[in-house]
């Protein structure tokens, strides 16, 4: 009686924390694109390399701080190599990209809680912009 109670006491827990990391880790909170001009791109990490972005949202800032023109910066973790060859042959480009918000990151998902899964349109910017 008591090695079956502790073995149901061992799975309930067992099964409390993969559920409490799989929430932690693999949940994914939210999804949507950004659209910008890729500023940086780079693949880098000591023990998991991973390809690590930032697109430059352009626009105009609130009152609060002074309403002049200003920028946003979406920094984005990218996991897949196809997509990564897709964004270092854009480098400079109007960018629309899908991504996906996680709650926490992982070393080899990188750096970001939003990961770019695919790129929705790719435009060259216009010479002189």
């Not at 694109?33 to 998991?48: C, D, E, L, S």
């Not at 996906?100 to 990188?110: A, D, F, Q, S």
């Amino acid at each position: 009686m008591k090695t079956k109670t502790k073995f149901i006491i061992t799975f309930i827990l067992l099964l409390i924390i993969v559920g409490f990391f799989s929430y932690r880790y693999y949940f994914v909170f939210g999804e949507g694109t950004k659209a910008g001009t890729m500023n940086y791109f780079v693949k880098k990490g000591y023990i998991f390399k991973t390809y690590e972005g930032r697109l430059i949202q352009s626009g105009i800032r609130t009152q609060a701080t002074g309403g002049t023109i200003g920028s946003n910066e979406f920094m984005f973790s990218v996991t897949d190599e196809k997509v990564a060859k897709q964004l270092s042959s854009n480098a400079g480009s109007f960018l629309e990209l899908h991504y996906k918000e996680y709650l926490h990151t992982l070393p080899w998902r990188g750096v970001s809680v939003f990961v770019v899964d695919s790129i929705v349109s790719a435009k060259p910017l216009a010479p002189g912009m």
